[in-house]
C-alpha cells in the first residue's frame, strides 16, 4: 500500500542555518503530496503542496520539488528563524481510490537563537 | 484562519463517562475525517465519511463511533472513556479533488482528551 517514510527528529538548528527535512513516498500512480506544520498546542497547517512530477511547492520561504524519479520530497528552508519551531508532515493522498491521506511520522524542529 | 471547529480544546473525564467531541466546518466539504495523535506525533486516522449519512472506520480500531447528518456536523462519540482513550483528536476536512489534484485536508486545532 501506500506509504510516507520520513526523516526522524528532533532537528536542532542554530538562527539563519539550513534546514532539510527528507521526505520519501511509496505509491502507485500519481498522488499528490503536502507538507504540514503543527505549531504547540495547534492542528495541523498546509504549509505547501505539489500535485503532479517537478512541480516546487513554496511558502514562507519553505520549498519541496515533487521527485518521482527518486520518489522524493524533501523540505528545505534556506534560513530558518526561531518562530518555525514546530512538527513538520509530510503526507501524500492516497492512490487506492478511498481519498484517504497518508502522513509520516513528524519531525520535530527547534530552532535556537 | 479556522474554518473548521473543535469542541472543547480540553476535557477531563473520569472512566466509564459518555462523551461527544464536536466538530463543525463552514466550507461545505463532503469529506470529513478524525484524527487520533498520540504522544509521539504520529496520526492515526480512526473515522472518515464522504458525505451525509456515509461514515466509514479508519486504519486504528477505535471503540469510538461518528456520525454525519449534516454536511457541516461529524460529532465523535465514546459511549464509556477509559484511560487509554487519553489522546488528542484532529477532525479535518477536505473537496472533493477535480481530476488528479487533490485538495488539502484542513484541520481543527483538536480536542486534548484525558480520561482518569
Known amino acids: 500500500g501506500d506509504s510516507v517514510t520520513q526523516m526522524e527528529g528532533p532537528v536542532t538548528l542554530s538562527e539563519e542555518a539550513f534546514l532539510t527535512i527528507n521526505c520519501t513516498y511509496t505509491?502507485?500512480?500519481?498522488?499528490?503530496l503536502f507538507w504540514y506544520v503543527q505549531y504547540p498546542g495547534e492542528g495541523l497547517q498546509l504549509l505547501l503542496k505539489a500535485t503532479k512530477a517537478d512541480d516546487k511547492g513554496s511558502n514562507k520561504g519553505f520549498e519541496a520539488t515533487y521527485r518521482k524519479e527518486t520518489t522524493s520530497f524533501h523540505l528545505e528552508k534556506g534560513s530558518v528563524q526561531v518562530s518555525d519551531s514546530a512538527v513538520y508532515f509530510c503526507?501524500?493522498?492516497?492512490?487506492?481510490?478511498?481519498?484517504?491521506?497518508?502522513f509520516g511520522t513528524g519531525t520535530r524542529l527547534k530552532v535556537l537563537a | 484562519e479556522a474554518d473548521i471547529y473543535q469542541t472543547p480544546r480540553y476535557l477531563v473525564i473520569g472512566t466509564g463517562k459518555k462523551i461527544t467531541l464536536e466538530c463543525s466546518q463552514t466550507m461545505g466539504h463532503d469529506k470529513m475525517y478524525w484524527y487520533q495523535q498520540d504522544p509521539g506525533m504520529e496520526l492515526h486516522l480512526i473515522h472518515y465519511?464522504?458525505?451525509?449519512?456515509?461514515?466509514e472506520k479508519g486504519d486504528l480500531s477505535s471503540e469510538s463511533t461518528v456520525s454525519r447528518i449534516r454536511t457541516e456536523h461529524f460529532p465523535l462519540t465514546l459511549e464509556s472513556a477509559r484511560p487509554s482513550h487519553t489522546s488528542q483528536y484532529l477532525c479535518?476536512?477536505?473537496?472533493?479533488?477535480?481530476?488528479?489534484?487533490?485538495?488539502?485536508?484542513?484541520f481543527g486545532n483538536g480536542t486534548r482528551l484525558t480520561v482518569t
Open positions: 479535518a476536512s477536505s473537496e472533493y479533488p477535480e481530476g488528479p489534484r487533490y485538495s488539502p485536508l484542513h
Open positions: 465519511s464522504y458525505g451525509v449519512n456515509s461514515t
Open positions: 505509491a502507485t500512480g500519481y498522488p499528490s
Open positions: 503526507a501524500l493522498s492516497s492512490t487506492s481510490g478511498t481519498y484517504k491521506y497518508i
